[in-house]
């Protein structure tokens, strides 16, 4: 697959989300130009890993070159390009996109699909002595200066929601949001939620991600303990009937760790490690942070655009009968 074939696709399904989604975010003043015209800037640039002002150099020095690339005939200007890309509406219409993607890939792969849903943290390291936005954080391979990626992913790696966080966060700051853009996409694509179990590390092991997944999901979390209580230790039944009382969600679903399929379940995890590094890999090389995006804010509106990409290249995979997450791009 080349640059100007996903760049048709990106082109025609942002049409597409334009038509049913016409008008502005409410809270957003109105412009002269929708924020979706600003979002087939930002794919576009995103796509051919250029800062915007090369698109405009390249706009002034070849006539014909807004043609050969399908961009928008009156383009909005670099410098209004600028201010608006930083307004939170541009963020709202990532997500939204990003939801439409993910409903899509997923009816063209049916309901099976997300029988095992599988929800993972991981590390965008930055440079200590030049973002003074980020923060310190910790997760299994030690300490980081940077952010926190939390995915959520079906079981070929369809990305079915997103989200950005200071690296001092923890798992349980973003957990519940991770689930709720997993219900709303699948919903959005199915009506329903045919949704078995929830997949995850142990730094969710939580009340709370459990509670979320109950509630949300309507499913049960496999998420290995923290610690494990011998039964012989001292006030090990007080402790238990305690643990029974206070956390009854945790509690419950750590008795499925007892069946003989929970491992078997639990090994789908392994997909969305597999999302991770291929997203930290080219093309999407999603852990580089430019120097002009650092921040929460700034940054996740680059990280949801190559989220977007990844999932449109999977659908375009599909629809050619390729492996779903075989994404190899060229330039064309």
Not at 22 to 30: A, Y
Not at 45 to 69: G, H, I, M, N
Not at 269 to 281: D, S
Request: with cysteine.
């Amino acid at each position: 697959m080349d640059s100007s074939e996903l760049w048709g696709i990106i082109s025609q399904t942002v049409a597409q989300v334009a038509r049913k989604h016409p008008q502005e975010p409410p809270e957003q003043p109105r412009h002269q130009y929708p924020v979706w015209h600003l979002l087939k800037v930002l794919l576009w640039c995103t796509l051919t890993d250029v800062a915007p002002w090369v698109l405009y150099e390249k706009l002034k020095s070849r006539k014909a070159f807004r043609r050969e690339q399908g961009l928008p005939t009156q383009l909005i200007s670099l410098s209004q390009y600028k201010k608006r890309i930083k307004e939170p509406g541009v963020a709202v219409a990532l997500l939204e996109f990003l939801q439409w993607t993910g409903a899509r890939a997923l009816r063209a792969l049916g309901p099976q699909e997300v029988r095992v849903v599988a929800m993972d943290l991981t590390r965008l390291e930055s440079w200590r002595g030049r973002d003074s936005k980020a923060a310190w954080g910790k997760d299994s391979r030690g300490f980081f200066w940077g952010y926190k990626l939390g995915l959520i992913t079906s079981q070929q790696g369809i990305i079915l929601g997103l989200t950005l966080m200071r690296a001092n966060f923890t798992e349980f700051n973003v957990n519940t949001r991770l689930i709720r853009m997993a219900k709303e996409t699948i919903d959005t694509a199915f009506g329903k939620l045919p949704v078995e179990y929830l997949v995850c590390d142990a730094g969710f092991d939580g009340e709370k991600t459990y509670k979320a997944s109950h509630r949300d999901l309507k499913v049960p979390a496999l998420c290995p303990p923290r610690r494990k209580r011998r039964s012989k230790a001292k006030h090990a039944q007080a402790i238990l009937k305690r643990a029974q009382k206070q956390t009854p969600f945790r509690y419950r679903d750590h008795q499925l760790w007892a069946t003989p399929e929970a491992e078997e379940i639990f090994r789908k995890r392994t997909v969305i490690e597999q999302v991770n590094g291929q997203l930290k890999e080219a093309p999407f090389r999603i852990d580089e942070i430019p120097r002009r995006q650092r921040g929460v804010r700034r940054l996740l509106s680059r990280c949801l655009a190559k989220a977007i990409i990844f999932n449109l290249a999977i659908i375009a995979n599909i629809a050619q009968g390729r492996p779903a997450r075989q994404i190899r791009l060229w330039a064309a």
